[in-house]
């Protein structure tokens, strides 16, 4: 079973819409969450970061994060085409040597259509 | 305040050889990773640095090794290169220690091709 799991996608949504990226992961003592935005032939970015239950807002996005389901979303609100890249979810889990390493999901492709 | 810069940006080698990647990371930053990218897929973690010693390693064999030096930059060397480790290859930098919870700064990355 793959640590960190994300839809590859691609999801398509009109201007305007709002986007919805999800995440599962399989270490239950994971404590740190992040969401990185990745345009095509660029580096990932950090978008968010959360770390208690519940939802956290940035401008027109928002985490969720559901310890007891081990699933982390991004929601992302009046989707805009500059929106267009793929996000990767990244989940800090546990390494044998006592460090928490921040491991990556495949990504989801969002695909903004005016 | 400067941010995490690797070179070179794109490099080609042959099957056999060997090669190295450098990274400088962000200022104050005291950890560094490494991680590959191949296309399609999520970056998959190499090893990170935490004041010189590493602290964690992925799977991945022994021919891939790297430095931290004491101004917090960092080498990553892969010997006997073979075609699948053509990929993007990140160095990402953080700020609090041994567990990255503030997230990373990454690189603009090395695009590495083996023929």
Redesign the interface.
Known sequence: QKEVEQNSGPLSVPEGAIASLNCTYSDRGSQSFFWYRQYSGKSPELIMSIYSNGDKEDGRFTAQLNKASQYVSLLIRDSQPSDSATYLCAVNIYERRGSYIPTFGRGTSLIVHP | ETGVTQSPTHLIKTRGQQVTLRCSSQSGHNTV?W?QQAL??????IF?Y?REEE????NFPPRFSGLQFPNYSSELNVNALELDDSA?Y?CASSLRG????????????TRLTVV
């Open positions: 990773s991680y399609g897929q999520g970056p998959q973690f990170q935490y602290n964690g390693r992925g993007l990140l041994r567990e990255v919870i503030d997230g990373y700064t990454f690189g603009s990355g």
